[in-house]
């Protein structure tokens, strides 16, 4: 049997239920076999009963629900989840960190000010409170003299797993190294539909791209770049605008995107917060090197490195 | 099925007036929760590797599900594929808001710290489950959302075709990629 035959009656087998019949009724070939077995132990996982009762009262305490039922009003908004971007205590690779806004308070104990801009709110927090530190993170972090890491109590710099790699970020329980990392960013990045030119930022995004007018010396636009589905379809709500430096130590990266209820994001840091001015609308410059507005329906942000506060508002000043 | 049939019923008798009674509603949503919360949950915690992740996106979409229903029409897409639509566009959601901030995701360590599940229990779910959730980490994205689809939210092929926009033949061709993926990274199905 041709190989695509044997795919395809393997996908129908599997489709009419066949490997949740009994192994004795399947007469496949012994790699089918083995799929098929594969797919009654996928079939047969559930993970979904431990945490029944607690969806159900998520979804029932949500501030919509009891609205939604009692009038049926269907049209209101959800309150999706805003995130919210936080400098915790910890430097380096983990400074900037995005939790729920009541998570927020619970693991920082004390918003010291808040500011509201409308779909971004903003939070500094007092960073006297330390946040917990997690009892399955214990024993598995380590900082560059391999001293193991027990709390968020003082700056800590990088950190590294027991083997040394370099630790930059979390997946769920799994702590993520450097290169695994850069792997995934690998596979966003082939998912990205990136475009050079105005006319083409203007044929996907769904609002009028503008582009900064200045940029400090050494810095060009390279490209913009589009978040594609699975299907490739271009999601023209966020966009991601990226420079290229000859100066060393300094990155600019200005992400846009529509302001809604959806793209609604909360940021929050235990360092400098301050509020600016941009163009006369209100803006959040948060630790001196990344800036937050929202203007003609767009919500800008301004991650940079390495640049002068004033240049990071001049940069956004000069988006007209 | 039986709830199945009733849920159709109710399109006709609920969604359709403008503002049905609210008994009715609350039951049309428990029989919804009720019919398609495991279906809906496994699909989320195939495509996450954190329980905790799955259980908040879950819950999330009902809430969407609950707030778009009125726009439902059972013309245009059976009520199964609308809905796992909703699940698939929530998680698509989630890794792109992670992805616009490619740092520390502080959530996860609620989801660490949240006791909401004694020690003891997190480490049986997790001996039981870390050995899928690695192998899972080597699919692709969409790989990953079509093992999601078939074993998670146990849908056909047709009907996975039809969410995702491929083929039917595609859908089986990537199912069986996919499966030979997780089979020689998972080894004997008895470590699952």
Known sequence: MKTKDKIQEFARDLDEGLHLEHPSCWNESAESLELLELGKALAGQDFSNSHRAAVLSKVQSSANFKQEVTNMKMKSSLRRPAMILASILIAGGLSISFVKPSFAEELFGRVLQKINLGNIIASEMDPNVAPPFPEEWKGKLFDKEGNVITSFTKKLGEVYNADGEQIVNFDGDKLITKSEQEQRDKETAERMLAVKGQAELDKYALFKVKLPEYLPEGFVFDHGGFYTSEEGVVNGKYLTLFFTSKNEGQDITIYLCISDKETAYEISTSGKMEKVKVNGFDAVMMNNRSLDWEADGVLYNIATHGLEPSEVLKIAESIR | ?192
């Open chain 2, 1 to 192: 099925m039986q709830e199945r049939a009733l849920l159709q019923s109710f399109w006709h008798k609920s969604i359709k007036e403008e503002r049905p009674a609210e008994a009715n509603t609350d039951r049309l949503f428990t029989t919804i929760f009720e019919t398609y919360y495991s279906r809906i949950f496994n699909y989320t915690a195939y495509r996450v590797s954190c329980r905790y992740t799955a259980e908040d996106l879950t819950s999330q979409v009902f809430e969407k599900m609950l707030s778009k229903l009125h726009s439902y029409s059972p013309e245009k897409a059976p009520f199964e594929v609308w809905l796992f639509a909703i699940a698939r566009n929530v998680v698509n959601d989630y890794y792109r808001s992670r992805r616009r901030y490619l740092f520390f995701p502080l959530e996860a360590v609620r989801e660490l710290v949240s006791g909401r599940q004694a020690p003891e229990e997190h480490l049986l779910e997790g001996e039981r489950s870390g050995r899928l959730n690695l192998a899972l980490d080597i699919l692709t994205a969409k790989e990953r959302n079509i093992v999601a689809l078939k074993f998670g939210a146990d849908l056909k092929n047709k009907e996975i075709a039809r969410l995702t926009g491929m083929s039917e033949s595609n859908v089986g061709v990537i199912l069986y990629r996919s499966m030979k993926k997780l089979k020689s990274e998972i080894g004997s199905v008895d470590q699952l």
